[in-house]
Structures are given as C-alpha cells and as structure tokens.
C-alpha cells in the first residue's frame, strides 16, 4: 500500500508541485499518474487489469477529463491508496463550475442543515440517466458530450452529502410539476420515481411535494437553498431565469427563510409527498 507521501512523491499532500496555480483536476490527474508509476505499471497494464479503457486512463492522467467518483473508488482499492483518488476529486469537480457555484458548493459541503425548493427534480436526487436527460438538453455545440458526462459526474457527486457523517439534517421541497413531466424513457423515469421513493424515506431527509392545488406562488421560476452551518450561521441561495446568486446579507437570508416556510405550509407533509410519488409510479407502471 503506497502511503499519502508516496503516492505523491512528497512530503505534504496538498503541497503544490511548481509555483504556478495547479487546478483540482490537474493535481488529480498528476497523482493518478504518480500512483501508476510507483505500482510499476504501464497505462496498457492498468487498463487491462482495471477494465477502464487504454485512452480514458490517459485523459485521466493528464487532466482532460473527470471521471465519475466510482472510477476513482476503483483505483483507490487497486492502488490501496485509502480515500486519497476520491478526495483530488471532490476538490476537482470544482472546475466544473463557475466561481459563485464554487462557494455555493463549499457551503453546501459542510452544512448541518439543509433547506431546498425546486421546481423540478432536484440534482441532489437525481439518477444518472436523469440528470444526463437533464443536462445534454442545453448543449448543441461540439464536444458537447464529454461536458455533459464531466457535469453529470459532479453532479452525482455532490449527492455524496447525503450520506457523509454526520449526516445533515436535510428538506426538500418540490413542485407537483416534477412529477407530471417524465423523462423520455420509461425505464429512466420508473428508475427516477424508485429513487424519491427511497430518498423520502432516509432518515436525515424530509421530502415534500408543493401540490398544483396550492396556485401560483412567489419561487415557480427558480430554485432556493438555505444553507445552516455549525456555528449557526447561515446562507441563501437562487438560482433562476439564467442567473444565480448566493445571498449571505442576514436580513435578505432571513426573508428567504420565511418564505420557505410559507411554501412549507401550502406542500404536502413528507407521508403524504410518498403517497404521491408511490401513486405517480404506480401509474407510470400501469
């Protein structure tokens, strides 16, 4: 098993290798490449005892690409490298994102507590094959493909907040809308209803749907999250219309905050968000 300082040929972890600013993908990739070496093998080697293919490893390598955080999960069990892969990545999935989503996100890494409105699915419990639906809906230019997977990828990731310990206490509410408009395979959308079936029953996690019934309200055009950290300060966050912005004023935090709670009060309670999903599936099977 390679040690932390062997796997990066240096003493400290995080310690740059040159002066220059390194991004979180290339350090990544710079210790994958460090981690095949020290193991003595070829790229050709890798591939055929890992199963990834020849290129794919090499785009890893050298920072072309993100992979999905189960790719590095592999590699960490092959290289007995403990959590070393997975950390680089956490910290690469970062690139993908613009500044402002950037802070968001380490916000959100770390919070205890959670609360979210969306008028869609949210990403935090999205399948793959959804979120891919989702996200290749926006992207017409070439290589279009490979920065979907690269979102995808860091999209499944971010649900890794979840189930990290402690687990955050965790609402979410979403509009009826998300489920009355399926994806366009009946397999994805069956897998997608499975999936807030079983996220609406995690302990750490209340999921509420806010019913057509409840009429027009004042977030049909974009999302919130309330973001509480340990030391109980607390951030807002929107997203809408092609914007975005992260609200860290107390006074305009805490105007959001009641707002949520109002449409808090007009969504169903979490047992009768599951009768709905579990009806929703149901028809989706029938």
Known sequence: MLSAAQATGRGDVGEKVDAEPVSGRAMLGQTLKVLREKAGKSLGQLAD????????????????????????????????????LVRHWHAARFDA?????????????????????????????????????????????????????????????????????????????????????PAADGETWRDQLLRLESAAMRPNLALQVLPFSAGAHHHMNGSLTLLWQQDGSAVAYKEGNGCSRLIEDLDEVLRHRLSYDRLRDLALSPSDSLALIRDVLEEHRS
């Not at 996100?105 to 935090?124: D, H, N, Y």
Request: hydrophobic share 35%.
């Open 97 to 181: 994102f613009k500044d402002q989503y950037k802070e968001f996100m380490g916000l959100e890494a770390t919070a205890r507590v959670m609360q979210k409105f969306s008028p869609g699915i949210p990403g935090l419990l999205q399948t793959e094959d959804f979120a891919r639906g989702v996200l290749s809906g926006a992207q017409t230019t070439a290589g279009g493909d490979e920065a979907i997977e690269e979102q995808v990828a860091a999209r499944l990731g971010r649900q890794y907040l979840l189930r990290q310990k402690p687990e955050p206490d965790v609402r979410i509410i979403m509009d009826e809308f998300a489920l009355r408009r």
């Open 49 to 84: 005892e890992t199963g990834y293919e020849k290129s794919y490893l090499s785009r890893l390598e050298s920072g072309e690409r993100l992979s999905k955080v189960t790719v590095m999960e592999d590699l960490d069990g092959y290289y007995g490298a403990g959590d070393l």
